[in-house]
């Protein structure tokens, strides 16, 4: 994965507005794409993008020096993700864990032979709940080490890697059935 | 009567916050090429923060004087000007108030609106903030209404339940009439009729109790 | 890469997932502009002058928002435009500097930055910038753009609901715009033009 050279973000914090720019431009598609893919509405992924990118702005000064620039961005975006989701008027319900199963068997009938496989995944992923949703991501997605997974959303290792695990299993199930 | 010694961590505390205001400030103020100029504004901003006034709109008037090439004495007396303004704004606005308000006043005072009308703008509209509903004011004033009638218009159309942008498109509609040859107080008398008329009307408590003959 | 935790399967659909957008410069320059925007705004004790400096000479034109016929007689009126550049940026109370750190309850929704079309005809012009009290009249801030060798000078910048002074910087001289009305400079003398500025 690919990590922004270290001094820019320094230079950011100093006031330097080139660097700034510098950071939004290596930055944005991967928010991007990482809040589309929590949300799933591009209008909320962009909005909750320019508020992660507003709040570093804001919050440069609490940058410490020694700290790395990647996790701290993205729990900057996670959170406002989460904000989006809580305030999203077009939330989709969430479909607990335990819920899974009936729902594969009772979709199993209607699904085409070789429906979209991305669409296919975006509406499994939708389905997860918030929590193993953003773990997966970060995981499978952004390749981010679980010591940075735990950085960016303040929970445990082992919880960490539980919600992957869950993911993981429910994509498995209702994925095998599209791919027969 | 003897100061109580602050604790370490409280004084660090203030000494990592002054630091880093200063640090911040020096940012800024870096942009003033002029040495001389810098030195008013250091001063300037000092004072202000001193009062608890928040500084960012007195930098924005030195920022200003810089971009005009005003000497230092005018910048000086500039923000001197500002100060005292933001503190009568301050005093009428009350504590809560936010920059936008405080600086929407400062500029309301310094076209002849009253202390008073800004207390009473205030009581007008408790609940929310009033820097758009400040700028149409004073606005008005500066197009050439009458101070007393532009107030008695802008209090009461707030009073009725104008909102910021009703109010922002009547500022915008009498500059316009003004542009185009029209009395000022002529042209807020008209376009406040036309606010008046969309807003809903007052709930008539006595209605409920009129028995039908 | 295929792990133990990361089967075929698992593989296939997070790399349907991993599609990049691409960094589009106008909509990085929006982002970058309503975050500056928004600085202005709510600075807080600490941030308060941290970050300032020159910007670059780019900005976010809109050529649509040209059409917008408030410009004819000189007064602007709030839009807001799409993507990423929309101004999300103004949420929050606003903190007041200085020795109290209050949040105003609702100043969020009012005090949000909208997006304002500006536009200056300077044909022989070769730098034209906007400069007022929602840039601190920094001439690097607000650059202008022209399309065309002779086509109109515009820019679409962000600044709050409400009353503005502001002038065009015309290759290093202070301009009136002369679309707008103009109102008594009380502290530096002169004119200055005035800008109200609405939610959409």
Known sequence: MNEIDPSIPLRARAGDEKAFIEIVEFYYPRCLRFARNMLGSEQDAEEAVQDAFTRVYDSFPRFREDARFDPWLFRILANRCRTSMARSRRHRSMIEYGEVAALSAAAAPEEEFGADWAEEVRVVLETLPAEQREAFLLRHVEDLSYEDIAAVTGAGLSAL???????????????????? | MMKRPLSLVAAAALVAIAASTARAQDARLSLIRDDATRDVVKAQLASASARGLPVDPFMSKALEGVAKKAPPKSIRAAMAALEKRMRSAS??????????????????????????????????????????????????????????????????????????????????????????????????????????????????????????? | MITEERDELIERAARSLAV????????????????????????????????????????????????????????????????????????GGVIRGGTTLIPAADAGADSRSVAVPMLLDAPSAKSVAVVGDFNDWDPTATPMQRFGGDGPWTVTMMAKPGRHLYAFMVDGVLTADPRAPKTKDVDYGGEASVLMVTKP
Do not use: Y
Not at chain 1, 161 to 180: F, G, I, Q, S, W
Not at chain 2, 112 to 141: F, H, N, Y
């Open chain 2, 91 to 213: 005093d009428a606005l009350g504590p809560l108030s936010t920059i936008d308000e405080l600086a929407a006043g400062a500029d309301a005072l310094s076209v002849g609106v009253s202390d008073k009308t800004l207390k009473q703008m205030r009581t007008a509209a408790p609940g929310r903030t009033i820097a758009v509903e400040l700028g149409v004011l004073t606005e008005l004033v500066a197009r050439g209404v009458p101070t007393k009638l532009a107030t008695k218009t802008v209090l009461d159309l707030m009073a009725k339940g104008a909102t910021g942008v009703q109010l922002t498109a009547l500022g915008r509609d009498v500059q316009g009439d003004v542009a185009a040859g029209l009395r000022p107080d002529v042209a807020l008398d008209l376009r406040g009729r036309n606010v008046l008329s969309l807003l809903p009307p007052p709930p008539t408590v006595s209605n409920v109790n009129v028995r039908p003959r």
């Open chain 3, 20 to 91: 990049l957008p691409p960094a589009n410069h106008a909509v990085v320059m929006g982002i970058v502009q309503a975050a500056r925007a928004h600085r202005r705004a709510r600075p807080s004790l600490v941030t308060q002058f941290t970050g300032w400096m020159r910007a670059p000479s780019l900005s976010v034109a809109s050529a649509t928002m040209l059409a917008a016929a408030t410009l004819v007689i000189g007064f602007v009126s709030g839009g807001s435009f799409n993507g990423a550049a929309t101004a999300a940026a103004d949420r």
């Open chain 1, 161 to 180: 890697r539980m919600r992957v695990k869950r993911a993981c299993d429910t994509l498995r199930a209702r994925l095998e059935k599209v791919e027969r």
